[in-house]
């Protein structure tokens, strides 16, 4: 190739669609710039109704009430329980598998580690009611 010839590449666009795609890029960056304060606050609930009051009218409360998430710690809580309660006693059982040079605490500390944690979710379940 000398000096004077231009390579041509079949991939890039040329000058017309380059500057159709240059024109439609400028218009939506326009359009972010006018409509760029749309959509970033979340928009605000209405209150919700709850229940009847004692004069007849409704009680309303807001979505951000702090009672509505009051059971979550509980639940969470249980999960722990039953999910930990049975792998400490899969750990104690292998530990002591591995100790004894046998099989059988493997499956007898994992089942008791799941029943401790089953009566502790009826602890919690129960001490979660009797506070409401």
Do not use: W
């Not at 059982?93 to 040079?101: C, I, N, R």
């Amino acid at each position: 190739m000398t000096d004077g010839e231009e390579r041509k590449n079949p991939d890039l666009p040329n000058d017309s669609a380059f500057l159709e795609i240059e024109e439609k890029a400028n218009e939506l960056r326009h359009k972010l710039k006018t409509e760029a304060h749309i959509g970033t606050k979340a928009p605000s609930r209405p209150a919700r109704p709850v229940g009847q009051a004692k004069n007849g009218g409704s009680q309303f409360r807001t979505q951000d009430d702090p009672n509505d998430y009051k059971a979550l710690g509980v639940g969470i809580s249980i999960s722990y329980y039953l999910v930990g309660s049975m792998a400490f006693g899969l750990i104690c059982g292998a530990l002591l598998d591995k100790l004894t040079h046998s099989s059988l605490y493997l499956g007898i500390c994992g089942m008791f580690g799941a029943l401790f944690g089953i009566y502790v979710t009826f602890v919690l379940i129960n001490k979660s009611n009797l506070n409401k």
